[in-house]
Every structure is written in C-alpha cells, then in structure tokens.
C-alpha cells in the first residue's frame, strides 16, 4: 500500500540508524559518522559507514535509509519493514482509506504553492520594487551565491501582490490560506501575511519550502514574522538551515545552533556552514534531536548577557534527560553586545572560530548556570547550590552518564572548599584542606581507638537519619565493631525490613523495646559528633560524610570494593546498586584528594 511521505519521513527521523544498524554488526566512530564490517557481505577490513539518515557500503554497494536496512537484513517487505520500525518508534502506521489519499494530495499541493511563492519573491528581490531590499542583504554583507543558496526574496510592498503573481499558475486564494501565505478565514477578507518584508524561506531537512519568515524593511513590528503552523509546518521541529547544515557536517563543518535567520546566514557566508537557529522560540527538545542527528556534540551559541545566561540555563535543563555517551552539548557565549552577524562583520571569521574553540562542555557550564542564584556563600546557601547539583545530575536518564555528572559536578563544588573554614582570598568560604566536606579531630588515642570512634560516628548518623540504611546496610555490616555498637547495628538490620516509616522516633522506639537504648544513647552522647551526625544535618550531608568516614576506616580495601560494587550494579543496575557505587568511588576519591592536599 502506498504510506504518505511525511509519515515514512517521521519513522526516518525517530529511528537512529547507527543504533538500528548496530544491533547486526559492530559499528564504531569514524568522525562525525560509524562505520564497521558490511552485514551483507564476508568482509575483514571495514568498508560499511552509516550516516545519519543513510547507510552505504563502498565493497559491495549496498546502500540505503532504516526501512531498506530491515528489508535487506531480514528479509522483510516494505510494509512488514515500516510495521516493525513503527512499532518501536511508538508509531501507527496510517491506514489506507480515500481521506487519508486526499491529505497526502492536499500536503503535496501545498508544497507546490510554497514554491511558487518563493520564486515570485526572488523574483520581486531583483525587479526595481526590490531594489530596498536587495540594498539591505548587501548592506548586510552578503554576496549574490549566499542570496541565491538561502532562496532570500521580497514580499512586495502592497497587499494582493502574491495572490496576483499566483493566479497566472492557476493557484488560488484558499491554497495560499492554506500554505500559511494569506490569513482570513471563511466569510472573512484574505489578507497577506507578508508585506513590505524580506523573505526567507523555511525548509525543511530534504531542502523542501515548507514555510516563510519575514522582516520588516523600516519602522514596524513585529520585526520578524514566521508562518503559522500548517500540514507541513511545525515551528518546534524545524531549524533555519538544516538543509545546509547536514551537508556541512557530513563535511566535518561544526554543528553550531544561533538565535536568527541573519546570524545564520552571515555565519554560511563567513565559512561557518553548519549554523542552524530555532525559529523565534526557545530550543526544544525536537530541534535538539535534530541537531544530535547532525553531531554528537553541537554548540550551542547564547549572547553573553544575563538573557544569554537564561537561555543557557533552560537549554540545559531540556537537554539533560536527553544525554546519553553518544550525544552531548558545548556551550559558548559571545563578547557582550555581540550577536554572530556583528561578530563576523568586525572581526571575520577568526573572530566567531574563537567563540566556538572557547565553547565548554555541558558538565562544565552546568556548574557554572547552576551557581548562579545561590544566593551567596552561606552554609545554606552551599547546601542549596548542592542540592541543585545533585538534582540536576539526576535528571540524566543514562544511570551511568548521570553518576558521571554527578561525581563530577561533586568535585568540582567540593575542589573549590580548601582552605580553613574561614574567609579565603576575594571572599570566598573556604572549608578544611584536608577533608572534602567533613572534619573529625583524630583522637590521640590508640589506632584501634580511632577506628572505634569512627564507627560510633557512623553509627550516630544512622540512628538520626535510619533512611540510609538501606543503601549503607551491606557496607555498614562489613565493619568491625565494639559489641555494644554491633548490637545496635544488628537491631538496625532486624528493624529496617519490616519498619513503615524509616525515621529516627520509630527507631529509638524499636531500640528502647528490645533493651538497647543505653547503648544508643552512649553512641549519641560520648565524645562530641561531629555536625553530620546530628538530626538537623542535612540528609545529602549526613549520606555524603558516612560513606567518607566509611572510606577512612576501610582505606586499604576500597579498590577493591569500588570494584565489587561496580560489578554488582553491572548486574542489578538499579538504583541502590548505583547509590553505593557512587559513593564508595566519591569517598574513595576524597580521601585521595586529602592525602595529596596534607602531602602539598
């Protein structure tokens, strides 16, 4: 059965290639594309590349999109190929039937109309009533190829004109309704859209016309207008120039996303041929996809002001469900007053290559978006900013990407606390050198006593914040205990498993009914604790020094036990086996870095 195009374009677009290709053959990165042994063919060198909406075979010539891969590998029909790709794309495949026909025909008209409106707007660019307009795209900096490439044209300056240019092509008033050129419904006068603009088209990723942008020569606003939302058209899926920057990066070009339609362009013509820009709106999550179809890692350009910073922050904040090992983001923000186009037009092209040379990796802008706002440099304030930290790292859907962030992120927020505590240079609050976020007076005691107390701090925590224990447990009855501690960490296993709430009143409750609130009470009141082992700490704190002291007691073991816990959450990969993992390898990585600050 014949299938619409823009349905079978769709599948294309939700189906990754590499991963589809992958599940048959090995393939690995050969710059921006994969490439690996042919599936269809004995080969030992390899000679297949996968793209991203196409693969081919230089040995045996082998070539096509995700449905022709199904069909060659499996052995498949076509309609059998889309069913199976449909379903893993969450897709219904359209069913035959004369209305579903007659919106097919419709779509494919409208494309008919939008490109006969483009050529009478290049037209009217280069006819004496363009003259303005054409005075203004030189003005701009760009070269007759670049008018030409990008289809730029002119309204006209009257209403009528483009209903009046069309007619002679036999199309009529509802078409260009319909296309998203004229606006009026039924009963009411059809006006114009445009008028009195300079036009860009807006194409979409095979260079189809699918909708227009205009801006206003003169006074006036809005100063740039977009079509409206049509068959063909939706504005969050759509980047300005995705045409041309698929083949730019093909060609290794940098995949850089900017604000408008001019910077894009100044951008083509200063060299920079994989600039695309949202149309008018905020980057969504569609338009991000697309770009991760062109490069695993785009940049992403904002200016350098506070609004700048905003757009930063939100593109962030789309993105990070979306992260995975194979699709990232860099950030780079420009001088302050400058836009792409000015950029380039003062300095030239070396000037807008440094920008995107400057550009930082996400988990480093991440740091920097997130501390703003904090609200200063209170204890608060810094348990605040951390919990951000966590928050955002945990928004990863990729567990093993999320724990990566987050440990980074981690670092780099606990690297920047050295010091004493006190005030350190410019102002900055600066905590214990040698200790991350902890500091416990070594007792002058006998090393068996150390070790002791150790394990009544840790055995504090857990009883003023028992929610830990279930992702302590199994590390917490490795360590070797003094009998009253040993009791109270037996009691806390027997009480954790059938316990409704885990919460220290229930517990110190559970502990007074079998007879161990002595012991309890000693563990909370001896020597004085430390501030993560009180009620009021906060519950990332309290977690976050357990499993520190936890690392100074088990010092010599704890490759060993990274190790172990990386294997287990290979196996269970949920999300207790992840919490372990990640806080062995942070305290593990912590007290490394206090043995090289004492040793500095």
């Not at 190829?145 to 007619?167: H, V």
């Not at 041929?273 to 770009?291: D, F, M, R, S, Y």
């Amino acid at each position: 059965m014949a299938l619409p195009p823009q349905f079978l374009d769709e599948l294309r677009v939700r189906t990754p290639l590499a991963a589809l290709i992958g599940r048959r053959t090995k393939l690995g990165r050969s710059g921006r594309e994969w490439k690996g042994c042919c599936p269809f063919h004995n080969e030992k060198t390899p000679s297949f590349y996968v793209y991203d909406d196409h693969y081919h075979c230089f040995g045996c010539g082998a070539h096509g999109d995700a449905i022709g891969f199904v069909m060659q590998s499996e052995g498949r029909g076509f309609v059998e190929a889309v069913e199976s790709l449909a379903a893993e794309a969450g897709m219904e495949v359209p069913k035959p039937s004369p209305a579903a026909a007659e919106a097919e025909q419709q779509r494919a008209g409208l494309h008919e109309v939008l490109e006969a409106a483009q050529r009478a707007f290049a037209r009217r660019l280069m006819l004496p009533e363009g003259r303005a307009a054409l005075e203004y795209l030189r003005g701009r900096g760009l070269g007759e190829e670049t008018i030409r490439r990008f289809g730029l044209g002119w309204s006209g300056e009257g209403r009528g004109a483009l209903a009046a240019d069309l007619a002679r092509e036999g199309i009529e008033v509802p078409q260009l309704v319909e296309a998203g050129l004229m606006k009026g419904g039924e009963g009411e006068r059809q006006v114009d859209l445009f008028f009195n603009r300079v036009m860009f088209p807006i194409r979409d990723r095979r260079g189809r016309v699918i909708s227009f942008g205009g801006r206003i020569l003169g006074e006036g606003q809005p100063k740039y207008v977009n079509g409206p939302e049509t068959a063909l058209f939706s504005k969050r899926r759509t980047l300005y120039a995705l045409d041309l920057a698929r083949e730019a990066a093909r060609r290794g070009a940098p995949v850089v996303a900017v604000e408008g339609y001019m910077d894009v362009i100044a951008l083509h013509e200063a060299g920079f041929a994989g600039a695309v820009a949202p149309l008018g709106t905020a980057l969504t999550g569609e338009q991000l996809e697309e770009l991760w179809r062109l490069s695993p890692a785009p940049v992403l350009c904002f200016d350098g002001d506070a609004a700048g910073s905003r757009a930063a922050a939100r593109a962030a904040e789309i993105a990070l469900p979306m992260l995975g090992p194979e699709r990232t983001l860099r950030l780079a923000a420009l001088p302050a007053g400058e836009d792409p186009d000015t950029l380039v037009r003062r300095q030239g092209a070396a000037g807008f290559q440094a920008v995107v040379e400057a550009a930082r990796p996400l988990a480093v802008a991440l740091f920097d978006l997130l501390r703003e706002g904090t609200g200063g440099i209170t204890p608060e304030a810094r348990a605040a900013f951390r919990a951000r930290l966590e928050a955002a790292a945990g928004r990863i859907a990729d567990r093993p990407l999320a724990s990566e962030y987050r440990r980074a992120l981690l670092d780099r927020f606990f690297g920047e606390r050295r010091g004493d505590g006190r005030r350190g240079p410019g102002g900055r609050f600066a905590s214990p050198k040698a200790s991350a976020h902890v500091s416990l007076a070594r007792p002058s005691a006998s090393e068996a006593g150390t070790i002791a107390e150790q394990g009544r701090v840790l055995t504090a925590i857990l009883l003023t914040h028992p929610h830990l224990m279930p992702d302590v447990e199994e590390a917490f009855a490795m360590l070797d205990l003094p009998l009253p501690l040993a009791r109270i960490r037996a009691a806390l296993s027997a009480w954790v498993d059938g316990a409704p709430a885990l919460d220290s009143s229930s517990l110190m409750n559970h502990l007074t009914q079998v007879g161990l609130e002595g012991d309890a009470a000693r563990a909370l009141t001896g020597s004085p604790l430390p501030a993560c082992a009180m009620a009021e700490a906060l519950p990332a704190e309290a977690a976050a020094s357990w499993w520190q002291i936890y690392g100074l007691m088990r010092r010599s073991r704890l490759d060993e036990e990274v190790a172990a816990a990386s294997r287990d959450f290979t196996a269970r990969a949920d999300a207790a086996s992840e919490r372990r993992l990640v806080a062995i390898a942070t305290a593990r990585a912590a007290l490394a870095r206090g043995e090289q600050d004492a040793d500095a």
